[in-house]
């Protein structure tokens, strides 16, 4: 399962809505508004194991390699993730 990290909760905090485990097994994070869920993000493998996201990466291969991985992340969505209400951009407010 994944953890949610500190900085998802606090980034979630900022735009108004929390964040719980998901329960839908190909995804990391479910999103409510009003106790009401309005998204899941976060992608899963096939394998099971989850892709990396901004606090993974810091974690795990740190911060300048994060920031890279931010930023091409962004390019990569740069369509979809500025849509406020879409899984895109709670992802990329939330993860990213």
């Given amino acids: 399962m994944y ?3 500190k900085y998802s909760f606090d980034q979630a905090k900022k735009i108004g809505v929390t964040i ?8 990391k994070i479910d999103i ?16 099971g194991s ?4 901004f606090p993974t990466y810091v974690k795990t ?3 300048e390699k994060a920031d890279k ?3 091409l992340y962004k390019i990569r969505h740069e369509k ?3 849509k406020v209400g879409t899984n895109s951009y ?3 407010q939330i993860l990213w």
């Fill in 80 to 82: 979809n993730r500025k």
């Fill in 20 to 27: 719980k485990p998901s329960t839908l097994k190909n995804k």
């Fill in 50 to 53: 989850y892709y990396k996201d």
């Fill in 90 to 92: 709670y992802a990329d």
């Fill in 69 to 71: 991985r931010r930023r």
């Fill in 32 to 47: 409510f508004k009003n106790d009401k869920k309005i998204a899941s993000v976060g992608g899963v493998k096939k394998d």
């Fill in 61 to 63: 291969e740190g911060k």
């Fill in 3 to 5: 953890t949610i990290t």
